[in-house]
C-alpha cells in the first residue's frame, strides 16, 4: 500500500512539471531569445562598435538583441538617456543566466553603464523600462566589443573558474554587481617573491586578496576609492612552487560596477633583498649587471647592499622612477663615510642612471632610503654597471 501512494505522488509531480509553469528559467529566456536581433558592429577587428535605437512602446515592453563574440574580450555598454523614464539593460549568456544589469537615469546626456570581461561565444541584452510610464520611449544602445586574452572571463567567482593568467601581464576586470570576487589563477614554478600592483576604483574600495591552491587567505588589502588614476604596489610575498589566485571584488555596500587592473611581477629569491639589512654590518652582497630588487615597507624602512669594486673603475648606478614614491640612495665607502648621495625623481615605472662615479679598489655600500611620496609595500629596483 505505502509503495502505491509513494508511485502516486511521484507521477503527480512529473505531471505538474511537465503541464504546469515549472520551467527552467534558462528555457523561458531561450525560447525569448529566439526573436533576439542580431547587433551589427562596424568591423570584426579588435575594437568595434555598435549603435542602435529603438522605441519602447509601454512600461513592460522589452528588446532583445544578440551579439556574436569571435573570441575572447571584453563589452562595454552606453544609453542615450531618456528624460522621460529610467531604461535598464540586462546582460545574459546563451542559457540565459544573468550577469548584470544597470539602468540609465532620467536625462538626456549619454550615460556608461558596465563592462564586462567574456569568453567566445554567443550573448544577448535586454532593454526594458525600469522606472517610469509613457509610450513612444525612445533609446539609444551603444556597445564596444574588444577582443583580447588580458581580460577576466565571466564568471569567475569560483577557484573551478578562475581566469588563468600569466605573470608579467596586465589584466583588466570589472566588479560584480552581487557580493562576489573575480577571481584569477597562476602558477609559480620556483621559489621566489610574487609583486601585484594594482588601480583603485573611482566610487568603490577594492579589496584584494591572495590565497592558495584551496582558496585560503595568505594576504589582503583594501585599496581606498579615488577619483584619481592610482596604479600602485598592493603587496609582496613570498611563495612556494605551486597554484595561487588574485580575488578583486569590490564593496558590496555600493552599487557600482568599478573597472581595475593589475599586474603581477615574479621576482627570484636571489635578486630580492634579506631582511634585516639595516646597517651596514647586516648589508645584502650583491654583484654588477644584475638587477636587484627591495621593499620599502615604511618611512623610517632603510635597505643597505654591499658591493666589491676589484680595481679602480667607473661604477653607474641605475634605480628606477616610481610614480608615487622617490628614494634618496648613498654611496658609502668601507669607512662608513657617505662619498656620494643621489636623489631620485617621481617618474613612469623606468629604470634610469642616476650617475657614475669613479672608485677605488674596495667594499662600497648602497643606503636605500625614502625620500618623499607614498612610503608602505613599495617595491623598488636598482642596477650596478
Do not use: C
Not at 321 to 341: D, P, Q, Y
Not at 370 to 380: A, F, H, K, R
Amino acid at each position: 500500500m505505502l509503495k502505491k501512494i509513494i508511485a502516486l505522488i511521484i507521477a503527480l509531480f512529473i505531471f505538474f512539471s511537465v503541464n504546469s509553469g515549472w520551467t527552467k528559467a534558462e528555457s523561458i529566456y531561450t525560447d525569448t531569445f529566439l526573436n533576439a536581433i542580431p547587433l551589427s558592429f562596424d568591423s570584426s577587428d579588435e575594437l568595434s562598435e555598435s549603435y542602435t535605437s529603438g522605441v519602447l512602446n509601454q512600461q513592460r515592453d522589452a528588446k532583445y538583441y544578440s551579439i556574436n563574440m569571435q573570441k575572447n574580450g571584453e563589452l562595454y555598454f552606453s544609453m542615450q538617456q531618456n528624460p522621460s523614464v529610467e531604461i535598464g539593460v540586462t546582460l545574459y549568456d546563451a542559457s540565459g543566466k544573468e550577469y548584470e544589469t544597470y539602468y540609465a537615469d532620467k536625462g538626456v546626456k549619454i550615460e556608461e553603464l558596465f563592462g564586462q570581461g567574456l569568453v567566445k561565444g554567443n550573448y544577448y541584452i535586454k532593454v526594458f523600462v525600469y522606472e517610469g510610464t509613457g509610450t513612444e520611449l525612445p533609446y539609444q544602445l551603444h556597445v564596444m566589443r574588444f577582443y583580447g586574452d588580458d581580460v577576466e572571463f565571466e564568471t569567475n567567482n569560483t577557484i573551478e573558474t578562475a581566469t588563468p593568467i600569466k605573470i608579467g601581464q596586465y589584466y583588466l576586470g570589472y566588479t560584480d554587481q552581487l557580493d562576489t570576487s573575480d577571481l584569477f589563477r597562476f602558477k609559480t614554478n620556483n621559489i621566489g617573491l610574487i609583486n601585484i600592483k594594482g588601480t583603485a576604483a573611482v566610487k568603490s574600495d577594492l579589496n584584494y586578496r591572495l590565497l592558495d591552491e584551496k582558496g585560503h587567505l595568505i594576504e589582503a588589502k583594501v585599496v581606498k576609492a579615488s577619483d584619481q588614476y592610482s596604479f600602485s604596489s598592493i603587496f609582496t610575498k613570498q611563495l612556494k612552487p605551486g597554484t595561487y589566485y588574485i580575488s578583486v571584488s569590490g564593496d558590496s555596500r555600493v552599487y557600482s560596477n568599478e573597472k581595475y587592473g593589475f599586474v603581477t611581477t615574479f621576482i627570484e629569491s636571489i635578486k630580492f633583498e634579506k631582511e634585516s639589512n639595516n646597517t651596514l654590518k647586516q648589508a645584502n652582497s650583491i654583484s654588477a649587471n644584475i638587477q636587484y630588487h627591495g621593499l620599502l615597507t615604511e618611512k623610517s624602512d632603510k635597505d643597505i647592499f654591499k658591493f666589491y669594486a676589484s680595481t679602480t673603475k667607473y661604477v653607474s648606478i641605475y634605480f628606477n622612477r616610481l610614480e608615487k614614491t622617490a628614494f634618496k640612495i648613498h654611496l658609502i665607502n668601507s669607512k662608513g663615510r657617505v662619498v656620494k648621495t643621489y636623489t631620485t625623481k617621481k617618474g613612469n615605472e623606468s629604470i634610469v642612471k642616476l650617475g657614475e662615479i669613479r672608485l677605488a679598489k674596495g667594499s662600497y655600500y648602497l643606503d636605500v632610503e625614502y625620500y618623499e611620496g607614498e612610503s608602505e609595500n613599495v617595491l623598488y629596483q636598482f642596477l650596478l654597471k
